[in-house]
Structure formats: C-alpha cells, structure tokens
C-alpha cells in the first residue's frame, strides 16, 4: 500500500528540462540567419539626403531670420542668429500691425479651409461612390471627363472662372474663393479607385435588405471603409486651400476678405511704395506662423495618411 504522500509525490508532473544554451544559441543563430537583411547603401543615402536639405534649406531660413528686427535682417549673415532674439517682438508685431488685420486673413484661411477642404472632400466621397457602386447611362463618359479634368491645371481655368463669376456677380465675396475649391477631380478620381476595391457589393446589399436606405448606408458603413483614402484625399485639399493665391487674388479686391497668403503679399509689395511701410521682418515671422496650422494638422493625421497612400498596394 502507498501511503498518501507517495500517492502525491507519484501523480506529480516531472518538471520541464531547460533546454541547453548551446540549443538555444543555434536556434537563435538559425532564426537570424532566415531574416533578410538590410542591405545599406552609400550613393542611395546621400542621393536622399540632398532632397532632404533641399526641402529643409527655406524652413531653417525662414526660422532663423524670423528671429531678426528689421535692421539686422540685413545687416548680418542670413544663416545665423542675430544679436538680439526678436521673435517675440515680432510676433506681437504681426497680430498688431494695421489693426491686427492678420487675426482677420487667418480666419478668413481657415473658413476656406474648413469649407472648401472639407465641402471638397465630402462631394467626392459621394460622386467617387456612387460612380464606383451605381450603374447609370452615361457613366463612362462622366468618367472620361473627370479624368480629363485631372490634367487640366486650375490656373488654366482661373480666368474663365473669374469671367463667370463676374457675370453671377460672385466675385470679391467669399463664394468666388469656396466654389471653385468644392471641386476635385484628383480627390474623385482616388475615391472612386478606392471606393472599387475597399467597400464589398455584399456589404451594400446586406444594408439594403435590413431596409437602410442609400444615405444611410453611406455615412454609416461606406465612410468608415473610405476612412483612409479619406485623410489622404482630406490632407492634400487642405494643403491647396490654405496655400491657395492665384485664385483669391484675381477673385478678391476687399482686404478683409484676404486669405493669409494674399494679405501676406501685399504686406510684402507695400514696401515698394513710397508712402508704404517696409515691414520684410514682419511678412517672414507670419508665414512661420502659417505653416504652423499645416504641421500640427500633418502630425495629427500622418498614421491614417500613410495607410491611405498604401492602400491598393496589396490585395487580401
């Protein structure tokens, strides 16, 4: 008979055997081994290091003479600091100057951008949708001249546009700036491409037997799966808008319409006048203060905006 500590000590479990060192470092050798490596290359390093500077070369300028007054603008070397650190001088001086008309521009960018950006965006997830999942006469030829409109540049059509707006009586108002921006054939064209691949037909079907109708089913499920090619389509527009001038400047003559771009301009030509102010100090401290809303806005969306631009690549 065993007693119950036999018993016990019979039933159990053998501890598991560590397995040697010697093992362990030939498994890790192999599976080393099996990765691929990263092969460097000298020539392709430094061939993407000059588009590198090339890019950064006007943001460093532009930061550095930001922080000069006017006198030492000129006056020093214009790849280094200068005596005195006026950014902040001049900073108050930009949302000051002509009754701090600045404040009133950067407003005026962000109501294009919130509209036309946005408007822009929305139009064609719509138009890119219902070309992608709806069959009607004279689909193909809709197709046809979106893609045509792709090669069109927009300062081809600012003239013509302007003519138009004219005869509507649209221009020097807002709306002559918000209408042309709800247009995108690009941002169609790349919805529409998405929009084939990425929302399943039996998706769509399933929504209309449960009795959802085709708005519905739009901004509830056909959005969500849009949502990257989304950012992407959303980030390039607001990009166009708020660095948009050709056009607010052959639309618009009221200053207190100006998107920062063009009042910026005009702080700038002013010097050339006798009677105006030469302000170069306060013209580079506002546009450093005008790529700030981009870099904030491409740090917030950089993940969804690279998925965006990968999408397609692969299938599964």
Not at 3 to 11: D, G, H, M, S
Not at 34 to 50: C, F, H, K
Not at 268 to 282: I, P, T
């Amino acid at each position: 008979m065993l007693t119950r500590e036999q018993t016990a000590e019979a039933v159990r479990p053998a501890p598991r055997r560590r397995a040697a060192p010697k093992r362990r470092a030939t498994a890790r050798r192999l599976r080393t081994r099996n990765q691929p490596r990263r092969q460097r290359s000298v020539a392709l390093t430094v061939l993407m290091t000059l588009p590198l500077l090339y890019s950064l070369f006007p943001l460093v300028w532009l930061v550095i003479n930001s922080t000069k007054s006017l006198d030492e603008l000129f006056s020093g070397f214009g790849l280094w600091f200068g005596g005195d650190f006026a950014l902040w001088d001049n900073i108050v001086g930009v949302l000051t100057y002509d009754d701090g008309i600045y404040g009133r521009w950067f407003a005026n960018s962000l109501l294009y951008v919130a509209i036309g950006a946005g408007g822009s965006t929305l139009l064609a997830a719509l138009a890119g949708y219902g070309l992608a999942k709806f069959d009607f006469p004279g689909r193909r030829a809709v197709l046809a001249v979106v893609l045509g409109a792709v090669a069109v540049p927009g300062t081809a059509l600012a003239v013509p546009t302007f003519l138009l707006f004219s005869n509507m009586g649209l221009t020097n108002t807002p709306w002559g700036v918000l209408i042309p921006l709800l247009v995108t054939p690009f941002g169609l064209f790349l919805l529409y491409s998405y929009a084939n691949e990425a929302v399943p037909n039996e998706v769509i079907d399933a929504a209309r037997v449960d009795g959802a109708g085709e708005f519905r089913i739009f901004f509830t499920i056909v959005l969500r799966l849009l949502s990257p090619a989304l950012v992407s389509v959303l980030l390039l527009e607001v990009v166009g808008a708020w660095n948009n001038y050709f056009l607010p400047l052959i639309m618009l003559s009221d200053p207190s319409w100006f998107p920062l771009t063009v009042g910026l301009n005009q702080w700038n030509a002013q010097g050339s006048s006798a009677e105006g102010d030469f302000v170069a100090h306060l013209v580079l401290t506002g546009s450093l203060l005008t790529i700030v809303p981009l870099v904030i806005v491409f740090l917030c969306l950089q993940r969804f905006w690279r998925s965006g631009l990968a999408a397609g690549s692969t299938k599964g």
